[in-house]
């Protein structure tokens, strides 16, 4: 069977027709899908483009390709092209390939109301809570309020009609975002740590020498706020002003970055910030990891952040925000509120003057962290995809009972077998 999955990421495609993912999921991750499914097509937004640019890695491979959707940036860019981007997804679909919405998404509303209509099985990954992603001070927009209101609650409902669904969450998003009762459900993170990805035990000193830098990493894309980097700015320069000698790493790269720069400057510690730029998913950032005595994520909104669970499992102490799925992955007394970098700054005080308390927070972190061994997800993940695959199938045979095909054939009207006629009308104006 075939899968349509949409996805909330932005590609290039390059001349001889192959994609590109500049930064994040390539095509080792769309290959996980192929253990059930025959063929998979990914909905993404795409552009045009000369050639790659350094950092990217193929997206598209055997049995993955990609299906187009007008290329957008933001609300207002979404808003001028709504009409063709709402098409193109509507047509991407075809009646008897299975479907999977990751969520939230700006562009997958139409085709969820187009399945609802004809009554058709699809799945739903939640990666992510609108709910928190467009919070006061998050984003920053007029339209904003509206935004949230609106997304937050088609992800409900969403989830609510899906045939089966999957969290990245064990308990966070599916509470505000629930399935049916009697719905196939699992708690499954998209993360996929290998063996390679695990240190064997801490580091025997957990602490760094006193007097001696402390090295801090934050892993997160510059293109929104979302990771906070502003905040461990600002932390490092309030610990600076105590006398501290704190250098922070951030890896990533977006549009924020000369901003971060400036900021960093103003509060005289550009000097103590290192902008490393956007890694290669693996062992670059595994090194940068290595280097760190902490790492810390004062996120604003968050899923599961993988960067999180990779730096767990290099045995690292790790500082968070209390956002999302994090409180699932850290305890409370590693915790700091969004948005607060005086908190920031004190629990970073607070860990590093004590030595025995960075070595249980690494040894806690790394046995945390083996949870999300691929080799615990990989089940989970293929129940769900084939709790999915075999949804459609019933749907399959129940439409060609009714359409008076033979079971497993095909109708000759896709109006019959439940699909909406007015995309079978659009696909094939004959």
């Known amino acids: 069977m075939r899968l349509l999955v949409t996805a909330e990421i932005r590609l290039d495609q390059t001349p001889d027709g192959h994609a590109w993912a500049p930064m994040g999921i390539d095509y080792g991750f769309w290959k996980g899908y192929l253990e059930v499914f025959e063929q998979v097509r990914v909905l993404a937004r795409i552009r045009s483009v000369e050639q790659p640019s350094g950092q990217a890695r193929r997206a598209d491979g055997p049995n993955v390709t990609f299906v187009p959707v007008p290329y957008y940036v933001g609300p207002w860019q979404y808003a001028w092209r709504a009409a063709a981007v709402r098409r193109a997804v509507r047509l991407a679909f075809c009646p008897g390939e299975a479907l999977i919405l990751r969520v939230p998404s700006t562009f997958n509303t139409p085709l969820w109301r187009a399945a609802c209509a004809a009554a058709y099985p699809y799945g739903v990954q939640v990666v992510g809570d609108p709910h928190d992603v467009f919070a006061p001070g998050v984003v920053r927009s007029f339209v904003r309020p509206f935004v949230r209101a609106s997304m937050t609650r088609n992800l409900r409902r969403m989830c609510r009609s899906a045939a089966a669904a999957m969290y990245v969450t064990s308990r966070t998003l599916q509470e505000r975002y629930p399935s049916a009762p009697g719905v196939f459900h699992v708690g499954c993170s998209s993360i996929e740590l290998g063996n390679e990805a695990y240190v064997h035990e801490t580091r025997s000193a957990a602490a760094p020498a006193p007097g001696q830098p402390v090295r801090m990493v934050l892993v997160g894309t510059l293109e929104q706020l979302y990771k906070g980097p502003d905040v461990a700015i600002r932390a490092v320069a309030i610990n600076a002003a105590r006398g501290y000698d704190l250098h922070l790493a951030i890896i990533g790269e977006g549009r924020h970055e000369p901003a971060l720069r400036d900021l960093a400057r103003e509060l005289n510690v550009a000097q103590h910030v290192r902008f490393v730029g956007q890694l290669p998913a693996g062992a670059a950032v595994r090194e940068e990891l290595d280097r760190a005595d902490l790492f810390v994520l004062p996120s604003r909104t968050e899923g599961l952040p993988r960067a999180l669970i ?28 969004p948005g607060d970098a005086v908190a920031l700054a004190t629990k970073i005080r607070e860990v590093l003057t004590d030595r025995e308390l960075l070595a249980k927070m690494a040894e806690r972190n790394l046995r945390r962290a083996r949870d999300y061994h691929a080799d615990v997800l990989r089940p989970r993940r293929r129940a769900f995809y084939e709790a999915v695959r075999d949804k459609t199938r019933e749907w399959q045979r129940r439409n060609a009972r009714a359409a008076g095909a033979p079971p497993g054939g095909k109708s000759t009207k896709s109006a019959a077998a439940g699909w909406p006629a007015d995309i079978d009308a659009a696909r094939d104006p004959k």
């Open 310 to 337: 990779e730096a767990m499992a290099r045995g690292l102490p790790c500082i968070a925000s209390a956002v999302g799925g994090i409180p699932e992955l850290l305890s409370p007394e590693d915790l700091v509120p």
